[in-house]
Structures are given as structure tokens and as C-alpha cells.
């Protein structure tokens, strides 16, 4: 059985933790590393996909100091912030194809999120769904196999941030765990139950590491 090393990053920034992904997915190529998930939630910022038109995506004002970046994943315009469980597999996909990959991306949250009784869905468009609101997105970016990005769960995030934006391109609104439940739910918990299932989905043994923000910093200098 393969093995992927589990980073539990804590709130990040969203550009130190961009730095420190791409500093991962560049040692991947290079097999340095082994597979790796990295697992945050971010500052409040939003960002633009590759199939994003930012002029066309926005229906309102966007909070104040909040970033618009543009990046190099797939998919359109959306938001990221606390209590948004954020997962970046940097594994290599073998003979796995791009869309099997997204479809496990999926399940993964699907299965997490049965757990507390919630009965979501995929769509045509990448992402989970439940009742015809979106609670989890997928834009990924594959490069000689290796991927990057990955998905976003919404858990408890304030769900306001996503009023000015046409996430993801769409008109659905966006929907949180706590939302549907009617309570807060616990980031450790669904962190847990995302990294059981990943490992489980695509056959890894799990080995975790906890890491700080100080060692992102100086990885990215590496």
C-alpha cells in the first residue's frame, strides 16, 4: 500500500500556503517528496480559476481588503476562509485520469459528510452538492501527473462572503455544515473524517505530521 504524509497547516495565509504548495509540487516532480495532503483553512480572500472572468463573476461590492487573486487552478471564481476545510492533494494520479480523479476528490466529501447524516451529491459540475446548493467546490491543476489545488468544504465559514460573487460561475448559493445541521461542528472532526476517506478512496496508508506556519515559511525559501 502507497503512503501519503497528512500536513495539518492551521489558518494560513492564502499566499504563503500557495508558495508552500507549489514548493511541494515542484519537489514531486522531482521525487524528493512522496505524496502529500495538505489540509488549512485560509484568511478571507477569493480566487479566480482559469475559466474565470472576474468582470463578468462579480455582483457586488467585495469586502473590504479582502484579496482578489488569480490562480492556476481549474474552475471559476470562489471564496476561501476560517471555518472552510481546505484540502491540497500533491500526489502522483499514475494511471489514474483526470476525471476519475475529480470523481474521488467528490466521494471523498461525500462519504465525510455522511457521517453527521447529510445526503450530498455530485452534479455535472465539479463539486458536492445537497438540494441544489453547493457545499463543497473542486478546481484542481495536473501537471506531468502530479496534481495541485484540490477542493474546499464549506464547515462553518460565513457564508455572506460568497453574496457578491457568482461562485464558481453559478447562480446556486453556497451552503455550510453548520448551516444544514444547526450546528457548529467540530474542524478536528471533519479534518479526520476527510483524511480517513482520502486514504481509503485512493489506497493510501496515512502518515500524519502536524506542521506550523514558521515551517511553511521556510520551506518556501528552500
Avoid at 37 to 65: F, M, N, W
Avoid at 81 to 96: K, M, R, S
Avoid at 106 to 129: D, S
Avoid at 173 to 185: I, N, Q, R, T
Amino acid at each position: 500500500m502507497k503512503t501519503c504524509k497528512i500536513e495539518k497547516l492551521g489558518l494560513t495565509d492564502y499566499k504563503t500556503a500557495l508558495a508552500y504548495q507549489r514548493s511541494l509540487f515542484k519537489k514531486r516532480h522531482t521525487n524528493q517528496i512522496g505524496d502529500t495532503l495538505v489540509l488549512t483553512e485560509h484568511k478571507p480572500v477569493y480566487t479566480c480559476g482559469r475559466s474565470a472572468d472576474e468582470s463578468c463573476l462579480i455582483k457586488g461590492e467585495l469586502p473590504q481588503g479582502v484579496e482578489l487573486l488569480k490562480v492556476d487552478r481549474g474552475g471559476s471564481l470562489t471564496f476561501h476562509g476560517p471555518g472552510q476545510l481546505v484540502a491540497y492533494p500533491i500526489i502522483d494520479l499514475g494511471e489514474t485520469n483526470i476525471i476519475s480523479y475529480l470523481r474521488q476528490l467528490e466521494q471523498v466529501v461525500i462519504r465525510a459528510v455522511a457521517v453527521y447524516g447529510l445526503n450530498a451529491r455530485t452534479q455535472k459540475i465539479a463539486g458536492v452538492w445537497i438540494g441544489g446548493k453547493k457545499l463543497a467546490s473542486v478546481g484542481i491543476k495536473v501537471s506531468s501527473g502530479i496534481t495541485m489545488h484540490g477542493l474546499a468544504l464549506n464547515v462553518n465559514c460565513d457564508l455572506s462572503y460568497f453574496k457578491p460573487i457568482l461562485a464558481c460561475g453559478l447562480k446556486a448559493p453556497a451552503v455550510c455544515m453548520k448551516e444544514l445541521l444547526g450546528y457548529e461542528v467540530e474542524m478536528e472532526d471533519i479534518t479526520d473524517l476527510i483524511t480517513l476517506n482520502f486514504g481509503k478512496i485512493f489506497n493510501y496508508r496515512i502518515q500524519e505530521e502536524v506542521s506550523a506556519n514558521e515551517h511553511i515559511k521556510q520551506q518556501t525559501r528552500t
